[in-house]
Structure formats: C-alpha cells, structure tokens
C-alpha cells in the first residue's frame, strides 16, 4: 500500500513539475519576443503540416 501512494505522489509531482516548466517557458516567451515564439509540444513542421522534404504546406 505504502508504494502505491509513493508512486501515486510521483506521477501527481512529475505532472505538475511539468505543467510549471511549460508555463514559465510561456511566461519567458511573452517577456522576451525578441527571441521568437516559445514552440509547443508536437506543433511545427514535421507534425500535423504535412511536410516534405523540409518544408510545410498550409492543410487545406
């Protein structure tokens, strides 16, 4: 029981650990946009564009 409540606080920390990062990377983007947009997880070319050969196409 002991180690489904370790494992239970794990999963729980890393999932919010990791919705943290993603919101100070948000949060640096938008306090630097001199450095671009801030690129989201499984967004981009290479994704759901379409790609070939390196470059994207608009999805119609």
């Known amino acids: 029981m002991l180690n489904l409540l370790i494992t239970i606080i794990i999963i729980f920390t890393l999932l919010l650990t990791w919705v943290l990062v993603q919101q100070a990377a948000r949060k640096f983007a938008a306090n ?16 759901t564009c379409g790609c070939i050969k390196g470059s994207c196409s608009a999805e119609d």
């Open 32 to 47: 630097h946009p001199e450095l671009g947009q801030a690129k989201e997880e499984g967004l981009g070319c290479g994704k």
